[in-house]
């Protein structure tokens, strides 16, 4: 939109508006729910963007990215006072199981990169040209949150929790031969693994009682 429209973020930013509208409005209508971070970044992209065009200033799309990153760090550093637990163990622990201390330091990795983000936004818009910005926006910031997501994978493999799938498998190979108490004596203990409610250096112990139980 931005080259159509002569270089005029004015023209550019309310069909981006609109877009960011409709695919929100899609997602409700097949999820029937939005997640909180694109709920959250199309509440600011339409509030900085209409802030832009009312007042003809650039600089409140400018801020925008920093505004939204520096939210999304305060958020996992504050977060854990309300949940008792790393903010993304609370949004992930269902699909990725890790460790205690693997949340930890991914949940701290992530602060520092939001904030990251944040600064170099800021210094980008401050020194460059608004053309440089667009296609740094656009160009720059989604590749480099690819990045470092894919170097998040080392982290999660170290501190994966592989003794789940060793319960899983124990109980599969098992499961004929188990009443149904058993089955669910066994289902629940995989699912206090998998939900994270068994602390990392008790993790062994139970998988020991799963086998136990799934052989007896």
């Known amino acids: ?3 159509d429209s002569g270089k005029d973020l004015k023209i550019a ?3 981006f508006i609109i877009a960011t509208i409709i695919a929100l409005g899609i997602m409700w209508f097949l999820e029937k729910k939005i997640p909180k971070v694109p709920l959250i970044s199309g ?3 339409t509030f900085f963007g209409g802030l832009t065009i009312y007042f003809n200033n650039p600089v409140f799309i400018y801020i925008k990215p920093t505004i939204i990153n ?3 760090g305060l958020a996992l550093i504050f977060g854990r006072y309300f949940t008792n637990e790393p903010v993304l163990k609370k949004l992930m622990g269902k699909s990725i199981a890790l460790t205690n201390e693997g949340w930890e330091i991914l949940n701290k990795r992530w602060i520092y990169f939001f904030f990251a983000l944040a600064i170099l936004n800021e210094l ?3 020194t460059q040209s608004e053309e440089f910005w667009v296609n740094f926006k656009v160009w720059g910031l989604l590749p480099i949150s690819f990045i470092f997501t894919a170097f998040q994978i080392g982290l999660i493999n170290k501190y994966k929790i592989n003794e789940i ?3 899983v498998n124990v109980i599969l190979n098992h499961k004929d031969k188990m009443t149904e108490k058993k089955k669910e004596t066994v289902l629940r203990l995989v699912d ?3 939900e994270n409610k068994v602390n990392s250096d008790e993790i062994p112990k139970t998988t020991e009682n799963i086998i136990a139980q799934a052989e007896k």
Do not use: G
């Open 70 to 72: 520096i939210l999304f």
């Open 192 to 194: 206090e693994i998998k």
């Open 165 to 167: 799938l060793d319960a």
């Open 124 to 126: 980008v818009w401050r």
């Open 1 to 3: 939109y931005y080259y």
């Open 43 to 45: 509440v600011l992209i």
């Open 13 to 15: 930013i309310p069909p």
